[in-house]
């Protein structure tokens, strides 16, 4: 959950968000959809999945140039 508010934090997603992607996380984990998968990936599919079915915007982080950053940038860069 640590890893998951701390990008979403970055990406400046509320909690209800958040706690979206957390409960999407555990129903991965409990289905035993991680194997051979790394985390760091699954959670960022996790923000990805909440932020297309929320529609959230966002700015990017701090350090990040540029303008809007739209949820798929999570998983291609």
């Not at 923000?47 to 990017?60: A, I």
């Not at 701090?62 to 291609?76: D, E, R, W």
């Amino acid at each position: 959950k640590r890893q998951i508010q701390q990008l979403g934090s970055q990406l400046q997603l509320n909690q209800h968000c958040l706690d979206t992607a957390f409960n999407f996380f555990k129903l991965v984990v409990s289905k035993h959809l991680t194997r051979g998968r790394r985390t760091e990936h699954v959670i960022a599919a996790c923000l990805y999945l909440v932020c297309r079915t929320e529609g959230t915007p966002h700015e990017r982080p701090a350090g990040v140039t540029g303008g809007k950053l739209t949820c798929s940038v999570i998983l291609t860069s």
